[in-house]
């Protein structure tokens, strides 16, 4: 009997694992040059953790199981939470500012696609103790050195949910229907959006918004 490998993950030989190690390498030692340190934290949270930040949308997106204990847990979706809850529980008390970066498997449960799986890996940066236009520009100065490095050939485009969250606060759109619009736009799901919003505010939105 054979016996697939899950919908939406993928297998990687020792081939592949030797180019995804490299990369991963490479962009650690551009990180690390910038003064970031790395963390890890578990692959699997409190499923409240991330309902909390992203809304009650999220929760046919995740993974989720309730363990031995009755306890609702979920395999985490992204690591921007988790490391908030880090930073609350253990780092608070370091000083400021910090450079954190990660590397690892998030899990979201969406229909595969062309660049969309199921388990997909992800390198992010926080800056945690500080705020302004330089945290933001050492982001986006730290990921284009980590491309360069690479010797990929790359388009820089900026955006921010902040605006888009602002535009839909000026609109006088409710905030959990915010949180299920910026997902249907982070999937390129126009339609759904415009189900949603009517003519003049979804042109304004789709426009501010890059799509």
Same mark, same amino acid.
């Given at each position: 009997? #054979?016996?697939?490998?899950?919908?939406?993950? +993928?297998?990687?030989?020792?081939?592949?694992?030797?180019?995804?190690?490299?990369?991963?390498?490479?962009?650690?030692?551009?990180?690390?040059?910038?003064?970031?340190?790395?963390?890890?934290?578990?692959?699997?949270?409190? &499923?409240?953790?991330?309902?909390?930040?992203?809304?009650?949308?999220?929760?046919?997106?995740?993974?989720?199981?309730?363990?031995?204990?009755?306890? !609702?847990?979920?395999?985490?979706?992204?690591?921007? /939470?988790?490391?908030?809850?880090?930073?609350?529980?253990?780092?608070?008390?370091?000083?400021?500012?910090? +450079?954190?970066? *990660?590397?690892?498997?998030?899990?979201? *449960?969406?229909?595969?696609? #062309?660049? +969309?799986?199921?388990?997909?890996?992800?390198?992010?940066?926080?800056?945690?103790?500080?705020?302004?236009?330089?945290?933001?520009?050492? /982001?986006? *100065? /730290? /990921?284009?050195?980590?491309?360069? +490095?690479?010797?990929?050939?790359?388009?820089?485009?900026?955006? &921010?949910?902040?605006?888009?969250?602002?535009?839909?606060?000026?609109?006088?759109?409710?905030? #959990?229907? &915010?949180? #299920?619009?910026?997902?249907?736009?982070?999937?390129?799901?126009?339609?759904?959006?415009?189900?949603?919003?009517?003519?003049?505010?979804?042109?304004?939105?789709? !426009?501010?918004?890059?799509?």
């Amino acid at each position: 009997m #054979k016996i697939e490998n899950p919908k939406g993950t +993928r297998d990687f030989t020792p081939t592949v694992m030797r180019d995804r190690e490299y990369v991963e390498k490479t962009m650690s030692n551009v990180l690390e040059g910038f003064n970031f340190e790395k963390i890890s934290t578990p692959i699997f949270e409190y &499923s409240e953790l991330f309902e909390l930040k992203s809304g009650e949308d999220i929760k046919n997106r995740m993974y989720t199981f309730d363990d031995k204990g009755g306890r !609702k847990l979920c395999l985490r979706p992204e690591l921007t /939470a988790s490391v908030a809850r880090m930073f609350s529980n253990e780092l608070r008390n370091l000083p400021k500012p910090l +450079r954190l970066f *990660y590397f690892g498997p998030m899990f979201r *449960y969406e229909e595969p696609q #062309k660049g +969309r799986y199921r388990e997909f890996y992800q390198l992010g940066v926080e800056l945690l103790g500080v705020s302004g236009v330089f945290s933001d520009a050492l /982001a986006i *100065y /730290a /990921a284009c050195e980590c491309l360069k +490095r690479l010797g990929l050939d790359f388009e820089l485009q900026i955006n &921010s949910l902040g605006v888009v969250r602002g535009l839909l606060e000026e609109l006088g759109v409710d905030d #959990k229907v &915010s949180g #299920k619009l910026i997902t249907l736009l982070d999937e390129g799901k126009r339609d759904g959006v415009k189900e949603v919003l009517d003519d003049e505010i979804f042109g304004r939105l789709i !426009k501010i918004s890059g799509g």
